[in-house]
Every structure is written in C-alpha cells, then in structure tokens.
C-alpha cells in the first residue's frame, strides 16, 4: 500500500465522516439555518456538472468540439438517454455502447 | 452506566427492528451493486491496487466521493488535499441529512451517534427517514439499514476490482467513459427548474474554463462553489417575489 494513497483514503474517510457526524453533534432540536439549506440544495447539481463538462469537452486538455471527439458525442446521447428513461443502469449501459462503438468503427 | 444500558437494550429490543431495516433495505440495494462493481472496476482502471480500492469503499463509504477521487487520481498526480477538499465538498449534503435525523437521535449515547452517522448514506437516511414517517425512529432499523449497504458495498467493490484486474487495457474500450456517464444519469433529473439549469451552466462553464487556465484541479472546487452560491442566491431572489 503506497503511502500517499493511504493518506487519500483516510483523508476521504474523516472528511466523510465529519459531513455525517457534525449535525448529529451539533444540533440537537433546532434545523439548519436556511441560507445553508439553500446553499447545500444547489451542491450535488455543480458538482456533478463540474465534473462532466471538462471531461466530455476536454478530453485531450485542449477544447474539442469536433466528431472526432468522441466523449462529447457519446456523453450527448447518455445525457438524453438520461432524460428519457430516468434511468441510471441504461444511461450507463448505452452510453458505454455508443463509446465502444465509436471506439471499434472510429467514426 | 446509562451507555451500557442502552446499548443493552439495542441488543435485545432492537432485534426485530434491526431484521425490518435489512428487509426493507434489500430491494433498493440491488441498485447500488452496479455502482459498487463500478467503483471496483474503476479504481484498478486508474492503477489503484485492488487492496487500495476495496479499502477506500471500507473507509470512505461515499460513493459520489469515491467516483470523483477516482477521476481525479486517473487524469494525473493530485495532492491529497485536493481529494479531500473535494470529498468535503461533494458529501456538504449530509449536514443536512443528519440535521434533520438530529432531533430522533439526541437521546442516544454519542458512540451510537458516530456508529449510525457512518453508515448514513442516501439510501439508508431516506430509509430511515421513512420509518420515521410510518412508525417513528428506531435504532435498531437504521443500524439494519446501514449495515446491509455497507457490506453489499464493499463486497460489490471487490468483486469489481477483481473483474478490473481481468480487462487488460480498460482505457482502449473507452472504460473511462463509465464515470461521465453516470454522473449524467444522476445529473439530467436534478434539472427539473430554471435555478437547477442555470447552476448546471455555471457550473460547466466555469469548470471548462478552469480546467483550461487554472492549475491542478482547482476548477472542480471553484466551479462548484461558484455555482451553488449563485443558486442559493437566485432562490433567495424567487423567494422574495
């Protein structure tokens, strides 16, 4: 086990369980107060897309909007495939077919 | 004393109880098995050993959190702070979980507290959220819950990081697209509103822009706190109208 890596993994773990624990200690019988709550609701949306954008548009570092890149093809028809199954397991499974193919046939 | 004689009584009245929260978590756990072998899958993907893998779902327990680490390890060398400063980030969202969880548990010793609170996951608060709804909380429920994600998550992962170790150049196949594609699966239904679209665009667009200019992988930190104050804000706004 490489040190470095160990440090990530326990890093990971306290910080998680900090998230899990701090309200449970903290807060008793009153809430959160409400600029947090709005601030916490907008969270998941800008992390998931901050993580989504770069790797579908710059896959090489460098921006790519041509056919030839095929994380942005592929990642535009998982996002509709998302939008009309409301599914994640066939989301996954189609996405990863159209990679493949584009992969095996290089459109 | 006053521990011990209610960790006693979790022992024995929570029993029934503990069995219900396993019961009731069975049918949801099945969706968590193809993001477990995922997670498996991925991390050997990116050169974790399948021990490190394994360890970091035992400890960590944050799927989100695992995926985004895995695709920063996978890009390049990344201090560990960032990691962990992201890991924060992405798991802000349990605050508010156990804030509304607190007001159910304060009774409880703070042993209990910690064992539940590291078990919380969605799955599991939203289970135990509904018992609360139904009959009440109970301890034992949650702690039969938890339980049950916490070891099919781990023996998922495993199992995935043995089949990684099986696929000789995973990056060939396109593998790595597995991780963009289901963060648009949990994406694309968050964007049911104007605020949730607007935060979205920010988000990309400042997180492009980042990775292009900015240093490391500041961007995620950056692009996420900028977009999620800028909806905090706009609804602070819709409110007032």
Same mark, same amino acid.
């Given at each position: 086990?490489?040190?470095?890596?160990?440090?990530?993994?326990?890093?990971?773990?306290?910080?998680?369980?900090?998230?899990?624990?701090?309200?449970?200690?903290?807060?008793?019988?009153?809430?959160?107060?409400?600029?947090?709550?709005?601030?916490?609701?907008?969270?998941?949306?800008?992390?998931?897309?901050?993580?989504?954008?770069?790797?579908?548009?710059?896959?090489?570092?460098?921006?790519?909007?041509?056919?030839?890149?095929?994380?942005?093809?592929?990642?535009?028809?998982?996002?509709?495939?998302?939008?009309?199954?409301?599914?994640?397991?066939?989301?996954?499974?189609?996405?990863?077919?159209?990679?493949?193919?584009?992969?095996?046939?290089?459109? | 004393?006053?521990?011990?004689?209610?960790?006693?009584?979790?022992?024995?009245?929570?029993?029934?109880?503990?069995?219900?929260?396993?019961?009731?978590?069975?049918?949801?756990?099945?969706?968590?098995?193809?993001?477990?072998?995922?997670?498996?899958?991925?991390?050997?993907?990116?050169?974790?050993?399948?021990?490190?893998?394994? &360890?970091?779902?035992? %400890?960590? +327990? *944050?799927?989100? /959190?695992? #995926?985004? !680490?895995?695709?920063?390890?996978?890009?390049?060398?990344?201090?560990?702070?960032?990691?962990?400063?992201?890991?924060?980030?992405?798991?802000?969202?349990?605050?508010?979980?156990?804030?509304?969880?607190?007001?159910?548990?304060?009774?409880?010793?703070?042993?209990?507290?910690?064992?539940?609170?590291?078990?919380?996951?969605?799955?599991?608060?939203?289970?135990?959220?509904?018992?609360?709804?139904?009959?009440?909380?109970?301890?034992?429920?949650?702690?039969?819950?938890?339980?049950?994600?916490?070891?099919?998550?781990?023996?998922?992962?495993?199992?995935?990081?043995?089949?990684?170790?099986?696929?000789?150049?995973? &990056?060939?196949?396109? %593998?790595? +697209? *597995?991780?963009? /594609?289901? #963060?648009? !699966?949990?994406?694309?239904?968050?964007?049911?509103?104007?605020?949730?679209?607007?935060?979205?665009?920010?988000?990309?667009?400042?997180?492009?822009?980042?990775?292009?200019?900015?240093?490391?992988?500041?961007?995620?930190?950056?692009?996420?706190?900028?977009?999620?104050?800028?909806?905090?804000?706009?609804?602070?706004?819709?409110?007032?109208?």
């Amino acid at each position: 086990m490489r040190s470095e890596i160990l440090l990530i993994i326990l890093g990971m773990a306290a910080a998680t369980f900090f998230t899990r624990f701090a309200c449970l200690a903290l807060f008793n019988r009153s809430g959160v107060p409400d600029w947090l709550k709005k601030w916490l609701k907008h969270v998941p949306t800008a992390i998931l897309a901050s993580l989504i954008a770069p790797a579908l548009l710059l896959p090489g570092g460098s921006l790519d909007f041509s056919p030839d890149n095929h994380y942005l093809l592929a990642g535009c028809v998982t996002a509709v495939t998302a939008y009309k199954t409301r599914s994640v397991i066939a989301t996954i499974a189609l996405g990863l077919a159209v990679m493949f193919a584009l992969r095996w046939f290089g459109v | 004393m006053s521990t011990a004689r209610t960790v006693s009584n979790l022992n024995i009245e929570a029993v029934p109880e503990f069995r219900a929260g396993v019961r009731d978590s069975l049918p949801v756990i099945v969706g968590i098995v193809p993001f477990g072998l995922a997670c498996g899958i991925m991390g050997v993907t990116v050169g974790l050993t399948p021990l490190e893998t394994v &360890l970091m779902s035992a %400890l960590v +327990f *944050a799927g989100a /959190a695992q #995926f985004a !680490a895995i695709t920063m390890l996978g890009v390049g060398p990344v201090g560990w702070g960032m990691i962990v400063l992201t890991t924060l980030l992405i798991n802000l969202r349990h605050l508010l979980m156990g804030a509304s969880l607190a007001p159910y548990m304060s009774r409880l010793p703070v042993s209990v507290k910690a064992l539940l609170a590291f078990g919380m996951v969605d799955e599991t608060y939203a289970l135990t959220m509904d018992r609360v709804r139904q009959k009440g909380y109970d301890a034992g429920y949650q702690l039969g819950s938890n339980l049950s994600f916490y070891v099919v998550w781990v023996t998922s992962t495993a199992a995935g990081a043995h089949l990684g170790e099986r696929i000789a150049n995973p &990056l060939a196949w396109g %593998l790595d +697209f *597995a991780m963009p /594609a289901m #963060f648009l !699966a949990l994406l694309v239904p968050r964007l049911t509103d104007r605020t949730g679209v607007t935060v979205c665009a920010i988000a990309a667009v400042v997180a492009v822009l980042g990775a292009l200019y900015l240093p490391g992988k500041w961007y995620i930190i950056i692009a996420c706190l900028a977009a999620s104050v800028a909806g905090g804000l706009l609804e602070g706004k819709n409110d007032a109208q």
